[in-house]
């Protein structure tokens, strides 16, 4: 169950279903849930699933021994964000991954954030992410975060918080797009009577950005490629849907293969130069020389060619330390050193158990905080308390005591609720928001809105996909 | 001292193998305790080699090939003068803060078993770093019994102080992964060493770990001798862990299997005394 009243996205602090007063951005969503007799729904929510299928759009669940690829629930009822919520949080944004930028080519570069004593020297060398190959060059354009997932909750009508930053490989961008697509197709009446921000054009900004971050020795009309681990990654199918989109190849580690330092595509034509990989694949397997020896999804001598300026890796190597959740509790200090503002988006305050009050704290609080492994991602591995039976939390308590440098603790916040579709007709669901933050060497480009993900489960507070949760539309107002 | 060393890494192909690519960390660099007076790489077949340098300051060759090879042939020749400093490596290149050296990798991971032993080891006593460091010294050199075979070069640390027996490799990372835990900066070395006249151990490339101390910086330990880094040690690369200082990692296509052989010869210029031994698949350093 939920802790309090939530925040809800439709009316406010006050009782979602009850006939509280509506927020002015949801009034004609309102009205039509109330007017729109419910058979209309169902039928419109079973042509949503059929879309669904017919796209293919699945998504692999690690660990899940019923089936390998199922489909991610779609609401039909879309989150709502009005255009000064949104310009709000684009401006915060725009400035953190700014800030995560300045921050990575420093930690790889002059070092002054660790001088200077913002983050201890130790969080950034003794993690498995900080890839010392990055110090003896510059990556192109100093730009090391093209593609970032910022994850967003909100508590309140003016509380946003951040509560990851997602600087590898985030995905998900692919259900932004398609939940667009099968909302226009299914109430096209809906976009009729709202003035929604589009977001078709994100796989255009994400090709202008990946251009524009193509090294100086590329050609006028760079060679962009994706670069997948292939059809048994969990995020497959939004690899190839992006490539389509995008109008590149997608290509796998035996499709490439370097010469003097340059990185070459096979095609029928014959080899074809590359110059900037958007890649899915983790650092650990890029390079079978460089990395994990054991690797047959790298291309050999990638590192070589990338040190050598003559091709970009998007995101580059080394981002992973930007996602470790220990670094991120630093990044309001992060923020402020590098941009010399205060930041625009506040964090979640976070107990980083490596620090012995912290930890004591959070072993004797573990049933009310939310305990999550500093490198973990997708859901997996975190403690809720307040939905933790005992004997989870006993056994939580003990991984925690064996290794409290893995993990960090948060208060459980309320995530704000939006009306959902569930058995039992509309009632208030958690949800946040992962807008895709595009940073090129031009500009940072935010198509307005990004995925909204719903956690299900009637209290929930966990929205990852992999763990039950669903997604919804994102509308951004234009007026 | 004058250390000659003649080193041949011979891969033999089961068909031509194509898009040969070695990285190869094979080059010695100066410090306070070793000149290197000359040295050469040579690969039997054409291609090109550039050398370069990694993030740990290691001097690295990238050779190419430019066609398919049957066989191939990295000839290694030099001449270093070494000078004793009590196994204190001053004067070198350090390109990495010290925390980096604290970090663990899957080959240098302590078990909880290693953690147990290196708390042993080192418990009572002078808790001087270098003091600590030579009670675990001795205890590893102790406690695991040197004979090839067992272990392999992807054998990590767990598994061959479970088995309580490997090569100079293995006991290098058991003396990190247990000198890491106790908080310790610890690197792992590749090189080579001279034995004495009546050495009986088969001499490949040797292996050794070096431990930051406060005071006087970086010390060469030497499990599989149970000593400290001498006149007889060549250091060529560093790294967190075989893995980064791997004499040679590559990568072909096609080729089949591959059989791989190493000859080796250690001596003084002078005197000419030799002792050579090849090995068989493995690529492990068996010092």
């Known amino acids: 169950m939920a802790l309090a009243k939530a925040f809800d996205e439709m009316t406010g602090p006050g009782d979602a279903l009850a006939g509280a007063a509506v927020r002015d951005a949801y009034d004609a969503l309102k009205s039509w849930l109330d007017t729109t007799p419910p058979e209309h729904f169902n039928t419109r929510r ?57 921050f990575l080519n420093d930690i790889y570069g002059a070092e002054e954030c660790i001088k200077a004593g ?10 498995q992410h900080y890839q010392m190959e990055m110090r003896s060059f510059r990556v192109p354009h100093d730009l090391y975060v093209h593609i970032a997932g910022i994850d967003i909750v909100r508590t309140g009508e003016n509380d946003f918080f951040v ?70 990654n969990s995020a497959f199918y939004e690899h190839s849907f992006l490539a389509d989109k995008l109008g590149v190849e997608l290509v796998e580690a035996t499709d490439l293969f370097t010469k003097d330092d340059v990185v070459y595509m096979r095609t029928t034509e014959g080899p074809r130069r590359v110059d900037v990989i958007y890649r899915r694949l983790d650092d650990d397997f890029i390079d079978p020389l460089v990395f994990r020896p054991d690797s047959v999804l790298g291309v050999p001598g990638l590192m070589n060619a990338y040190e050598r300026g003559n091709v970009t890796l998007s ?18 200090e992060i923020v402020k050193f590098f941009t010399g503002e205060e930041p625009i988006l506040h964090n979640v305050p976070t107990y980083r158990c490596r620090e012995k009050e912290a930890f004591s704290y959070v072993m004797d609080n573990l049933k009310d905080l939310v305990v999550k492994e500093v490198n973990g991602s997708g859901g997996y591995g975190m403690l809720v308390g307040p939905h933790a039976t005992r004997r989870e939390i006993e056994e939580f308590g003990r991984r925690l005591k064996h290794a409290p440098d893995g993990f960090i603790a948060q208060p459980t916040l309320s995530l704000s ?59 951004v107002l234009d007026a | ?43 039997s077949v054409d291609g090109r080699l550039t050398a370069r340098e990694d993030g740990f300051g290691n001097i690295v060759h990238w050779f190419t090939a430019d066609d398919a090879a049957e066989a191939l042939t990295v000839r ?23 925390p980096f050296y604290l970090r663990d990798t899957s080959l240098t991971l302590p078990s909880a078993e290693i953690q147990a032993f290196a708390g042993k080891a080192t418990a009572g006593g002078d808790q001087s770093r270098l003091s600590v460091l030579h009670r675990l010294l001795e205890a590893v050199h102790e406690r695991i019994e040197f004979e090839p075979g067992p272990t392999s070069a992807s054998t990590t640390a767990m598994e061959s102080f479970e088995v309580g027996k490997g090569v100079c490799q293995d006991l290098a ?115």
């Open chain 1, 46 to 102: 079973s042509q949503a699933e059929m879309l669904f299928r017919r796209i293919g759009i699945t998504f692999a669940v690690y660990g899940s021994s019923d089936s390998t690829e199922r489909l991610i629930p779609f609401d039909i009822i879309p989150r709502v964000l009005t255009k000064p919520e949104w310009s709000f949080l684009e401006r915060g944004l725009k400035q953190r991954v700014t800030a995560l930028n300045m």
């Open chain 1, 118 to 127: 913002v983050i201890p020297a130790d969080l950034v060398y003794r993690n």
């Open chain 1, 163 to 232: 509560l990851e930053d997602n600087a590898r490989t985030p995905s998900g961008v692919s259900y932004m797009l398609e939940n667009r697509e099968v909302m226009l197709r299914l109430f096209p009446e809906l976009f009729s009577r709202h003035r929604v921000a589009p977001v078709e054009n994100y796989p255009d900004e994400l090709l202008a950005t990946l251009r524009s971050l193509a090294p100086q020795s590329a050609t006028r009309d760079p060679t962009v490629v994706l670069l997948t681990p292939g059809r048994y």
């Open chain 1, 315 to 332: 995101n580059a190597v080394g981002t992973g330390i930007a996602d470790d959740k220990a670094v991120y509790s630093y990044m309001p």
């Open chain 1, 417 to 475: 609720t939006c009306p959902t579709f569930v058995a039992s007709g509309v009632a208030p669901r958690h949800v946040d928001l992962r807008p895709f933050v595009l940073a090129g060497a031009d500009e940072i480009r935010i198509v307005p809105g990004g995925l909204t993900r719903v956690a299900l489960k009637e209290g929930s507070l966990v929205v990852n996909s992999s763990q039950g949760g669903g997604t919804k539309d994102t509308w």
């Open chain 2, 1 to 43: 001292m004058r250390i000659r060393v003649l080193h041949d890494t011979i891969y033999t192909y089961e068909q031509p193998a194509r898009g040969l690519i070695q990285v190869l960390r094979l080059t010695p660099r100066d410090h306070d305790g070793q000149h290197v007076r000359e040295w050469r790489i040579e690969p």
């Open chain 2, 76 to 98: 290694v020749t030099g001449e270093v003068e070494t000078f004793d400093t009590s196994g204190i490596v001053r004067g070198g290149v350090e390109r990495l803060p010290e």
């Open chain 2, 173 to 287: 990372h058991i003396f990190i992964a247990a000198a890491r835990h106790l908080e310790i900066p610890t690197r792992y070395v590749s090189g080579y060493f001279l034995h004495d006249d009546d050495g009986e151990d088969p001499s490949a490339g040797h292996a050794w770990a070096e431990a930051l101390l406060p005071d006087l910086g970086w010390i060469g330990f030497d499990a599989a001798n149970g000593v400290s880094a001498t006149e007889a040690h060549v250091r060529v690369a560093i790294g967190l862990d075989y893995l980064g200082a791997a004499p040679i990692r590559g990568s072909r296509v096609g080729g089949g299997t591959e059989k791989l052989e190493v000859r080796l010869k250690v001596d003084e210029p002078q005197r000419g005394q030799s002792q050579t031994q090849s090995q068989g698949t493995q690529r492990q350093s068996q010092g």
